[in-house]
């Protein structure tokens, strides 16, 4: 029997998942197999593959377009337990995007715990509900698995007091109104590579953009956050798929007074209907837009390009300097005229493009003397994830420890 772990990473355009073998005698988690289910808002498609030989067929089909996140889950685990001979599940990770003021280090997913956790689903309302039905999905289905939270707003612990300061009365703070920011998996992800790429300057000043269905950048000292685009709720900062970015509170008092919006409206207009969907009214996915000739298509992506320039500068001034820059989520990792657009914007940093580099999607995609490098660092947040999971499981005690005999039995 070799012991598994199944990962579960739920973003706001995807479902993710990796199952990881893990190596009796210490070390990563070795990948299994991973899927990745998309369109969960219209048309909803699931491609699973093998990543290691005997690890199960690959497989990929379309699902029930009225099943939501809930249909995905179930057969994700039908999959795995038809590919699970020999395997010994003994515990399940989940990306929980919000941690709100009381967690970010990795924790045990009790009851308890989960209601807390529910309980700020109105602060990330395209990702919490979706990161939580699936931990009381196996809580059901497989009663006694230990079940591991892994806060995308953990990573950002490190920000001072001041960087996460919003200038409203005390109180409100207090009330934990301040900011947190996100995508915290991925750039800790990130930053564990850096040294193999950046050598010793990897402890320098470092600027990550996690360009994806949500998008933010977040400015790095010494492998630890320093400040980010995103805030109290994942609607800050950069424009997004569907997702606004920052936006002038005063809209929003204006379209409540004069346009008798409420809340849900809002919500609908800055989450669901804002971001290069509401720009260019066609699509809120990059591949869409960059292979339109529409003027629309082609002004959201300036948008886009444009607001992370503005954020590099603001980032770079944290950071009192740049180092490096480095790229990364579904658009950073594949998008070569979103990455060549922001680092020509950016030569006043000493950024320079290595076109060739960076058609080949990377790693390195500035030339050799480049006073400032650029970098596409696939992500690999399951991965971190995994490590985390690991890591809470050792300190079970021994009697909480181990589940079904079989992956999804
Ligand atoms: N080849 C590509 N060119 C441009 N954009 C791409 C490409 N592949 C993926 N993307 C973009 O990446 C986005 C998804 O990013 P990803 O980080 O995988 O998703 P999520 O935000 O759900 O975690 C898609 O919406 C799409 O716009
Ligand atoms: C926090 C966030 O926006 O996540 P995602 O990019 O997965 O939607
Ligand atoms: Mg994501």
Not at 163 to 189: K, M, Q, V
Request: contains cysteine.
């Amino acid at each position: 029997m070799t012991d598994a772990l199944l990962i579960l990473n739920a973003g706001s355009t995807s479902l993710k998942f990796t199952l990881y073998a893990v190596p009796d005698g210490g070390g990563d988690p070795r990948p299994l197999a991973r899927g990745r289910a998309e369109g969960l808002d219209g048309r909803p498609h699931l491609r699973i593959r093998a990543e290691a030989r005997g690890a199960g067929e690959a497989i990929e089909e379309d699902l029930d377009p009225d099943g939501g996140y809930e249909s995905v889950l179930a057969r994700v685990l039908t999959w795995t337990e038809a590919h699970g001979a020999g395997l010994r599940l003994i515990g399940a990770g989940h990306r929980i995007v919000h941690g709100g003021p009381d967690f970010a280090a990795p924790v045990r997913l009790t009851p308890a715990i989960v209601r807390r956790l529910a309980a700020l689903n109105p602060l990330a309302p395209l990702h919490q509900p979706h990161n939580l039905a699936p931990v009381r999905a196996l809580a059901h289905s497989h009663p006694g698995l230990p079940q591991v939270g892994c806060f995308d707003t953990g990573f950002h612990a490190t920000n001072a007091p001041l960087t996460s300061r919003y200038a409203i009365p005390r109180a409100l703070h207090d009330l934990g109104i301040r900011r947190y920011g996100f995508h915290g998996l991925s750039y800790e992800y990130i930053v564990s590579t850096l040294h193999a790429h950046l050598g010793p300057a990897a402890g320098g000043r470092v600027v990550i953009a996690h360009l994806g269905g949500g998008a933010s950048m977040c400015a790095v000292h010494q492998g630890r956050s320093v400040a980010s685009t995103m805030g109290f709720s994942a609607l800050d900062g950069l424009p997004m798929a569907t997702r606004s970015g920052a936006i002038d509170p005063g809209v929003l008092l204006y379209l409540m007074a004069e346009k008798d919006m409420r809340a849900a409206e809002l919500g609908d207009l800055l989450y669901r209907r804002s971001g290069l969907l509401g720009v260019s009214g066609i699509s809120g996915d990059m591949r869409r837009l960059l292979a339109s000739d529409a003027a629309q298509a082609r002004e959201a992506v300036d948008l886009f390009t444009y607001r992370i320039g503005r954020e590099l500068g603001s980032l770079a001034a944290a950071l009192g300097g740049l180092d490096a820059l480095i790229f990364t989520g579904g658009i950073g990792e594949h998008a070569a005229q979103v990455r060549a657009r922001v680092i020509e914007a950016a030569a006043w940093l000493g950024l320079r493009l290595d076109p060739a580099a960076n058609e080949a999607d990377g790693p390195r995609i500035s030339p050799e003397g480049a006073a400032v490098p650029a970098f596409v660092i696939p992500t690999d947040e399951d991965l971190i994830i995994a490590r985390h999971t690991l890591g809470v499981l050792r300190t079970w005690p021994p009697r909480h420890r181990g589940g079904p005999d079989r992956a999804g039995a």
